[in-house]
Nanobody
Framework: QVQLVESGGGLVQAGGSLRLSCAAS????????MAWFRRAPGKEREFVAA????????DYANSVKGRFTISKDNGKKMVYLQMNSLKPEDTAVYYC?????????????WGQGTQVTVSS
């Protein structure tokens, strides 16, 4: 059973930085794509960034390109989201997600989320 646990959220002023972490367990993740999503108050959940477990292919939402960086540590089974130049509109609950690319389909494994609040 895949388990994902996020940490690193908090309150930061606009222009500041935070690094989110996601600890993955319960599976070998060689066939997985890992991602970060977020849900802002009153809005739908939206994609933020993704990274393939094997290799270094990454993908970003336009709204975070150039400010956020997704990375991973295969040995530690950790996925990170470095967030710089934060804006109030980045305020949201951030979720780590995983999907098995061999099986296909949507992201089916989710963490509990971590709150990020950016003050103006």
């Amino acid at each position: 059973q895949v388990q994902l646990v996020e940490s690193g959220g908090g309150l930061v002023q606009a222009g500041g930085s935070l690094r989110l972490s996601c600890a993955a367990s319960g599976h070998t993740f060689s066939s997985y794509s890992m991602a970060w999503f977020r849900r802002a108050p009153g809005k739908e959940r939206e994609f933020v960034a993704a990274i393939s477990w094997i290799g270094a292919d990454t993908d970003y939402a336009n709204s975070v390109k150039g400010r956020f960086t997704i990375s991973k540590d295969n040995g530690k089974k950790m996925v990170y989201l470095q967030m710089n130049s934060l804006k109030p509109e980045d305020t949201a609950v951030y979720y780590c997600a995983a999907r098995n690319v061999r099986i296909g389909g949507d992201y089916g494994y989710w963490g509990q989320g971590t709150q990020v609040t950016v003050s103006s």
